[in-house]
């Protein structure tokens, strides 16, 4: 089965610092893709990032990059000089074969507040 | 603009009152998916379609109902809604295959009461 784990539930960040957000994954299938979503308070799904298994280097995206460890099943999102429009949600997801289900498996997400 | 539409966007409705919560894409896009969010659990997926006609259940999908009649449309049908199911319920829609993200409806607030 497919798993997310976020084990931060919430950070507290100043503004114009770097913050790294933690995912761990599982999943026994060889293909499969990490997305990072940013839910801010009026609720919609944002799209970030997204990183494919078998991708030799690091996702970036303007100011976010993923760490993506594969022998670690880890998935970090890193946001580089944080800004207040940056507090949000933030969700890890991964997408698998899974028996024909290629559902996006969610973490529990982490609540990011930016401190001015 | 491509985009997934989902309404309502907000709803109370009463214990055992059936209601409906439509979805479309204009995308074009084969698999299509309805989730609900909860505090403390993230999102789980409620039914989930890889094609018209073709449903299937997701993890949560008990009290629920969808159907895809059309490529574009992907209803969630509550037969007899209960406060167990007030939720952010989001639908998704996204080509098939790992390298594909979902896009997202902007959510649907119920509160069964």
């Known amino acids: 089965a497919q798993k997310i784990t976020q084990t931060q539930p919430g950070m507290f960040v100043q503004e114009k610092e770097a913050v790294t957000l933690d995912c761990t994954y599982d999943?026994?299938?060889?293909?499969?893709?990490l997305f990072w979503y940013k839910q801010p308070s009026s609720g919609e799904m944002i799209f970030l990032i997204y990183?494919?298994?078998?991708?030799?280097q690091n996702a970036t995206e303007g100011r976010y990059s993923l760490n993506f460890q594969k022998a670690r099943k880890s998935a970090n999102l890193v946001i580089s000089a944080s800004q207040l429009g940056d507090s949000a949600m933030y969700f890890c997801?991964?997408?698998?074969?899974?028996?024909?289900?290629?559902?996006?498996?969610f973490g529990t997400g982490t609540r990011l507040t930016i401190i001015p | 603009e491509a985009q997934v539409t989902q309404n309502p966007r907000y709803l109370i409705t009463v214990t055992g009152k059936k209601l409906t919560v439509t979805c479309s894409q204009n995308?074009?896009?084969?698999?299509m998916s309805w989730y609900r969010q909860d505090p403390g659990l993230g999102l789980r997926q409620i039914y989930y379609?890889?094609?018209?006609?073709?449903?299937d259940k997701g993890d949560v999908p008990e009290g629920y109902k969808v159907s895809r009649k059309e490529k574009r449309n992907f209803p969630l049908i509550l037969e007899s809604p209960s406060p167990n199911q007030t939720s952010l319920y989001f639908c998704?829609?996204?080509?098939?295959?790992?390298?594909?993200?979902?896009?997202f409806g902007s959510g649907t607030r119920l509160t069964v009461v």
């Open positions: 998704a829609s996204s080509l098939v295959g790992t390298a594909y993200g979902y896009t």
């Open positions: 999943t026994s299938d060889p293909s499969y893709g």
């Open positions: 990183q494919g298994s078998y991708d030799q």
């Open positions: 997801a991964m997408r698998a074969p899974n028996f024909g289900n290629e559902k996006l498996t």
């Open positions: 995308m074009n896009h084969e698999y």
């Open positions: 379609s890889m094609n018209v006609e073709v449903t």
